[in-house]
């Protein structure tokens, strides 16, 4: 049986390596298990203490995407299999998110260059691990979504901390509603680097292994923009659906009435583009509970620091895989297949203020510190 991560150095001009990361589960699109989570974390700190390595590149297996997230189908089962209900119970389930979250923050912070080739589908945990790299890369396949409201869940893996920064109400209808990026989009919102055809990663690996990289972080960032530039088109995409709409997206949905940002996304379920259209019919059959929690996560994490957005993310994720939505959202989606979920609350008029503060009550027992307290400390 195949390794479900794979690991390999590749020897450069010189004494330096690559390191590269392989996400190796083509089957299941490269979701993310815990196993792999703490795998990945081990060597990227092995990695980062070697001074031989110069940087690390992550990338998945097979052509159809890089991550498409977490393997929810296993969660799924855990949370089927906790019998008591309570969130802290589904041993699998924390266990998962803290070590996928630690994954992620170290990503974000390593102390080398970090390339994601983002090829295909990058959602969910795949978009965690892609937002903290230093050089992310995207291509003519890339299709980029937090489209968690689906399975009655947010957008987790700081995917609150990054859609919060972006131009008002534009990260609140990506959370809201799921809409697909392609490459043009994600690198006018900065949510990518480059653009290289998939074609081109031959050619890449190939002027990777010819640099002479150095010890020094600072000339190793410099160097790997350079060949990245060097193998990007010489005229760009078209501009994607959300920037020929950016004007009416953030008009919509900007603001912290709740109510009126999801009257004005029901508004446009017949809107004349089919994109636009396509967002807000995926946020009418969503889960009117997670739109709630999403706007409330994202109203809330814009001045605190990443490290404080996993810990809140993390106490929000564990009551999810106890509240019902998220279970009945994947069995819909992806077990029974039938595409009619019975969300809890039914309604956005049920799933009020109040009814959210549910989701920031502490899961863990009382005497035992935060999972994640250590983080950036």
């Known amino acids: ?52 390595i110069a940087f690390v590149i ?14 929810v189908r296993k969660l799924y089962d855990t949370v089927l299999a906790n019998v008591s209900g309570h ?24 102390a080398k260059p970090v390339l994601c080739w983002g090829s295909g589908i990058v959602m969910g945990g ?9 050089h992310r890369v995207v291509g003519e396949t890339t299709r980029f979504a937090m489209p968690e ?48 055809e998939s074609s081109k990663w031959e050619e890449l690996r190939q002027a990777l292994v010819a640099q002479a990289w150095s010890e020094v972080r600072n000339e190793n960032d410099i160097r790997l923009h350079q060949v990245l530039r060097s193998l990007q088109p010489g005229s760009m995409a078209l501009s994607g659906p959300l920037q020929a709409h950016f004007a009416l997206i953030s008009d919509q949905c900007s ?8 009257a004005n996304l029901l508004a446009l379920t017949d809107y004349e583009n089919a994109w636009v259209k ?3 019919q995926t946020f009418k059959h969503g889960s009117p509970g997670a739109a709630r929690l999403s706007f409330t996560l994202l109203r809330s994490v814009r001045t605190l620091s990443l490290a404080d957005v996993f810990r809140r993310e993390y106490m929000a994720v564990l009551q999810c895989m106890a509240m019902g939505d998220f279970q009945e959202g994947v069995r819909a989606l992806l077990v ?8 809890s609350p039914a309604s956005l008029a049920c799933a009020s203020q109040e009814w959210v503060r549910r989701y920031f009550v502490q899961p863990w027992p009382e005497d035992t510190p935060h999972p994640l307290a250590d983080l950036g400390r």
Not at 60 to 67: I, L, N, P, S, V
Not at 87 to 110: G, I, K, S
Not at 149 to 178: C, K, N, Q
Not at 255 to 262: K, V, Y
């Open 255 to 262: 603001g912290p009435d709740f109510d009126a940002i999801c």
């Open 87 to 110: 969130p802290w119970d589904n041993t699998y389930a924390r266990q998962f998110f803290e070590a996928e979250y630690r994954l992620d923050y170290a990503v974000h912070t390593y």
């Open 336 to 343: 029974d297949k039938d595409k009619s979920p019975r969300w």
């Open 149 to 196: 409201i689906t399975i009655g869940m947010f957008p987790d893996v700081a995917g609150t901390w990054m859609l919060g920064h972006l131009p008002a109400g534009i990260g609140m209808f990506l959370a809201l509603t799921g809409a697909q990026l392609g490459a043009s989009d994600c690198q006018f919102l900065g949510l990518a680097d480059y653009f290289v």
């Open 58 to 71: 992550f990338k998945g297996a097979g052509e159809k995407a890089f991550c498409a997230g977490g393997d």
């Open 126 to 134: 795949g978009v965690g691990l892609m937002m903290g790299a230093s």
């Open 1 to 52: 049986m195949d390794a479900a991560v794979l690991f390999d150095t590749w020897s450069a001009v010189g004494k330096q390596k690559i390191g590269v990361v392989t996400l190796n589960r083509p089957r299941s699109l490269n979701g993310l298990t815990l196993e792999m989570c703490r795998e990945i974390g081990l060597r990227l700190k092995q990695w980062e203490n070697d001074r031989s």
């Open 278 to 280: 396509q967002a807000a």
